[in-house]
């Protein structure tokens, strides 16, 4: 008797409840809808139980989708979020076909997923050149308004002379703006160029790069040297002659930089005159305690440059506080006392126990031994290994007395697992001895973007690899004049990477060196001796507008 007659017939009611308010519809059909017989299956499991309150009912915050975002009108399609440009072109539906409930959940997920490749609300300014980003990127997306059919389906002379200018270094010249990409050859050329670079070892059935954390992906993998220990010692011997021959080529400055990425850390050498420096440098992200202490036993001078810097803020923050509540307490002499007191630190504690015996309970009480000592001083050190804090610099003379202890370590070749007996990667934008020339797989997408009043067509050019820093600003160099300076690259880094972009060098050093020899690009190299200003983050966002640059990081 209290229950509305309407309650009989749920699906039906539920039914007219959902329709949308741009969805246009005629009476004749409401009426056969409320007609209908109720749907069995899984359809009639998702509705809304008719004896529950509206006020204990559970509150679905995507019950009304909401719309999609929209670029403003007439403006450049790749300013819409990214995730619109998954949508391909044959899948374009018309006006009055309802979407189901869950869309609107699945584009949330997606922003959710993707956020730190969102669209940045405070972009950096403008600028005729973006910073160096030191890390390795796995993938490129690169999306414009302008079609990439100049990169598909080279021609073979095209590609062979790319990889001859790789070869032979030489510089391609581009105008500002390519009226017809398409049929540029030099365009072409450029963009096979760019993307070259040189690997050790070559196993084509292995991904070898990334090493860290991709014991799964070689799962199952035919791995031969794994129980035979002399086909271990030929592939390690092969590897420390290539090894040799990029640190004879960084150190003759005719190499700029490469990568030896292992199972557990990865290694970057750059020569004298990059990235700020004076010396040739190396770092080593991520590090742990045994391995620094592996290091000092060498006689390897090294610097934990991020640790330092948190410790030095750190120390001028409790600083400056420190002064605000001296300035604040003169009336109190309580306060002023406190503040002159030095914290106790863990490096006081000397080991000593002279204070039990004092106490005539020396025999009583169980002492920690010397090692828990040492672990406990050490503790701050212990914190942070395996993150970005653990960078290693290693400077001078001292990255060649590392080169000899990279050689000779154990813990450089997993014993166990997938990796098991396999030599850490190299990676190099110059050939080297045993390297093997590879190719960065590059491939085109079209697709369909909402904008405002219905959808325009947005092109992407898609980069996977190890695309390594100098191949990043060569792509840029291509892609501007084919793109009329108008692009967006959205970048996945790998992030136990991102903390190359560490300064290796002191603020008053003069790290301007010739490098003119080196196999890159006069302006790349330009952009790679500059000071990295990134920290230990990385590029996600880099946009061209008007041949401009802005980034996100």
């Known amino acids: 008797p209290g229950h509305s007659p309407g309650f009989k017939k749920p699906p039906a009611l539920l039914r007219l409840k959902r329709k949308r ?269 045994g391995l620094r202490e592996a290091m000092r036993s060498e006689g390897i001078e090294f610097s934990l440059p991020l640790l330092e810097e948190s410790r030095a803020r750190k120390q001028k923050n409790s600083e400056e506080s420190l002064g605000t509540e001296t300035a604040e307490g003169l009336g109190g002499g309580s306060s002023v006392e406190d503040a002159g007191e030095p914290a106790r630190s863990d490096d006081d504690d000397d080991g000593s126990f002279s204070w039990l015996e004092e106490m005539g309970v020396q025999d009583k009480v169980k002492k920690p031994d010397t090692i828990s000592i040492q672990l406990r001083k050490e503790k701050h050190e212990v914190q942070v290994d395996h993150r970005p804090e ?52 590059a491939r085109t997408v079209s697709g369909r973007a909402r904008v405002q009043g219905g959808f325009e067509d947005v092109f992407s050019l898609e980069v996977l690899g190890p695309v390594l820093p100098h191949a990043l600003h060569a792509l840029t160099l291509v892609l501007g004049p084919a793109q009329r300076g108008a692009f967006r690259a959205l970048l996945s880094p790998h992030e136990p990477s991102a903390a190359f972009n560490t300064c290796p060098a002191p603020p008053q050093e003069d790290g301007q060196q010739d490098l003119p020899a080196c196999g890159l690009h006069p302006k790349t190299l330009h952009q790679l001796s500059q000071c990295p200003t990134l920290g230990k983050s990385s590029i996600r966002l880099l946009e061209m507008k008007d041949y401009a640059y802005t980034w996100k990081a």
């Open 21 to 289: 308010p741009g969805r246009r519809s005629d009476p004749a059909a409401a009426a056969e809808a409320a007609a209908a017989p109720a749907p069995r299956g899984s359809a009639a499991a998702r509705r809304r139980n008719p004896f529950s309150s509206l006020d204990n009912a559970p509150r679905r915050a995507a019950a009304a989708p909401q719309p999609p975002a929209a670029a403003p009108a007439g403006g450049d399609p790749s300013a819409a979020p990214f995730w619109q440009f998954l949508e391909p072109a044959c899948e374009e539906k018309p006006p009055g076909r309802a979407e189901p409930a869950e869309s609107s959940d699945i584009l949330a997920l997606s922003q959710d997923l993707h956020s730190p490749l969102a669209v940045p609300k405070a972009p950096s300014s403008p600028r005729q050149e973006f910073p160096a980003d030191w890390s390795i990127k796995t993938r490129v997306l690169f999306m414009s308004s302008q079609p990439f059919t100049w990169a598909e389906h080279l021609k073979a002379q095209e590609e062979a002379q790319g990889v001859a200018q790789h070869c032979r270094a030489a510089e391609t010249a581009l105008p500002q703006s390519v009226q017809e990409p398409r049929l540029c050859t030099e365009l072409r050329c450029a963009f096979q160029q760019s993307l070259v670079y040189w690997l050790h070892p070559s196993l084509p059935w292995l991904p070898l790069f990334p090493r860290l954390g991709a014991d799964r992906r070689m799962a199952g993998k035919a791995c031969p040297w794994a129980q035979d220990e002399t086909l271990q010692q030929v592939l390690m011997s092969d590897w420390s002659v290539s090894f040799t021959s990029l640190y004879n080529l960084l150190r003759a400055r005719l190499c700029p930089y490469f990568y030896v990425c292992a199972a557990q850390f990865s290694v970057l050498f750059r020569a004298a005159g990059l990235a700020g420096s004076a010396v040739p440098t190396a770092a080593l992200a991520p590090t742990t305690r």
């Open 390 to 441: 653990s960078l290693v610099l290693v400077r001078g003379s001292n990255t060649f007395t590392l080169l000899n202890f990279l050689i000779s370590c154990r813990s450089l070749v997993a014993v166990a697992g997938p990796q098991a007996g396999l030599p850490p990667t190299l990676l190099s934008p110059v050939a080297f001895r045993g390297g093997t020339m590879q190719t960065l797989k």
